[in-house]
């Protein structure tokens, strides 16, 4: 079980913190803040840098906390607050498959963070290496789960999208 865990840590966290690090610093063909800011503001987000960076070190911090399986659960609830918001300001709209830019990729890897908050970081962690897997609990991740879900819920709410232009 520890190895099937580090493996799904590794792929998963790995896989968010390159997305952050498209937002963040353009690497991998991303399109670094401003690009990313840009894209937010076109979202709804007049405060462009900050969610831009917002979003970047959401998917980029919290895909490495969850790769290196430290300070469980909080990696998977920022994974989750990230991958709600992307869902429910981009993706929903579109239907499911990724084909057609709807729910189904950014639900995976929210899908991927809650098994993960709720199995804990396995033998294979920096929190067990540095001792902290007393941190982890069924009782923190449901509170950070509560606490991600929360804040991916207001910053869709905070959003204000242009109504669409008429032809």
Do not use: C
Request: net charge positive; no cysteine.
């Amino acid at each position: 079980m520890d190895t099937a865990l580090l493996i799904a840590r590794l792929f998963f966290g790995l896989g968010i913190a390159a997305h952050g690090a498209q937002k963040l610093f353009g690497w991998f063909s991303g399109g670094g803040i401003n690009k990313t800011g840009e894209f937010m503001v076109m979202l709804g987000w007049n405060q462009a840098r900050f969610f831009a960076t917002a979003a970047g070190l959401g998917e980029f911090g919290g895909g490495l906390l969850v790769a290196l399986g430290f300070l469980s659960p909080i990696g998977p609830a920022l994974m989750i607050l990230v991958m709600l918001t992307a869902t429910f300001s981009v993706h929903i709209r579109n239907g499911f498959f990724v084909t057609k830019n709807g729910i189904e990729m950014p639900m995976l890897y929210a899908m991927a963070a809650l098994v993960l908050a709720f199995t804990g970081p396995g033998d294979y962690s920096f929190d067990r290496f540095l001792g902290l897997d007393w941190f982890y609990s069924q009782k923190n991740s449901w509170i950070a789960i509560a606490a991600a879900v929360a804040i991916a819920l207001i910053n869709v709410a905070v959003r204000r999208p242009k109504p669409p232009a008429s032809a």
